[in-house]
């Protein structure tokens, strides 16, 4: 029971990061557009990363092919899904800024929800497998949320959400970690059987999210921000990969 309570608490603080950071953002107020591209562009670049070094070759590791295959594909399905949803209430009308920056933070919160669950379970089978190892996944998941969860509140406040709208919706995004690491607590003998699809369902959305989503909209009116938020973010979470 220690052990469990144990990972369930290490895997709660990591989805709070996401909290945090849409706490600093909403302190911070309404960031400049260069600011907001660099923010979005770096998020980008952190999913990227999560994506290209951690999510797809841990899932091309301990999975099939088919079900990797399988689960990237039903990851862009997803959101590509979603994302249509969230154009169907002005399906004739051209988006405006402030529509698309809701819609994006609204995206990256559903692209953060969806991976936070393997994510947990990966926690709590790193946690089962070695003493110290889910730390280590726990501290990564941690860093990389902190972006992730200032990527969702700016668009939003630039959108005109009101604050504790914005809150709130973190938090909920907070408890997606620890559910996933009580699915994986509960199903620890059997989760290799399904968390490569899950991890390339995740990085199917979240690729999704950089390459719609997010690289679009960030490079719009500061290109060079952006750049350079996608290489820092992308950069940042490759030597946190490593050295993990």
Do not use: C
């Amino acid at each position: 029971m220690t052990k469990t309570l144990e990972i369930l608490w290490i895997s709660m603080i990591a989805g709070l990061a996401t909290t945090l950071g849409s706490i600093l953002v909403l302190l911070f107020g309404h960031p400049q557009e260069r600011v907001l591209a660099a923010l979005l562009a770096g998020a980008g670049g952190v999913m990227l990363a999560v994506v290209s070094l951690d999510l797809l070759p841990t899932a091309w590791e301990i999975g099939p092919p088919l079900q990797v295959l399988g689960g990237l594909i039903s990851g862009l399905i997803f959101m590509g899904l979603a994302d249509r949803r969230l154009n169907s209430s002005s399906p004739n009308l051209p988006l405006t800024r402030r529509q698309r920056l809701k819609r994006i933070g609204l995206l990256v919160a559903s692209g953060i929800a969806l991976h936070d669950l393997p994510e947990g379970m990966a926690i709590a089978v790193g946690q089962e497998a070695t003493d110290g190892l889910g730390f280590l996944i726990a501290l990564a998941i941690t860093l990389h949320n902190l972006p992730e969860g200032m990527a969702t509140a700016a668009p939003l406040k630039m959108a005109g959400i009101r604050g504790w709208k914005v809150l709130l919706l973190n938090v909920g995004i907070a408890f997606f970690t620890p559910l996933g690491a009580l699915l994986g607590i509960i199903a620890v003998e059997s989760v290799k059987n399904s968390l490569a699809f899950f991890l390339a369902l995740a990085g199917g959305a979240m690729a999704f999210l950089v390459f719609g989503e997010l690289w679009p909209l960030s490079r719009e009116r500061h290109p060079h921000y952006a750049l350079l938020g996608g290489v820092l973010g992308y950069v940042f979470f490759a030597i946190l990969s490593f050295f993990h």
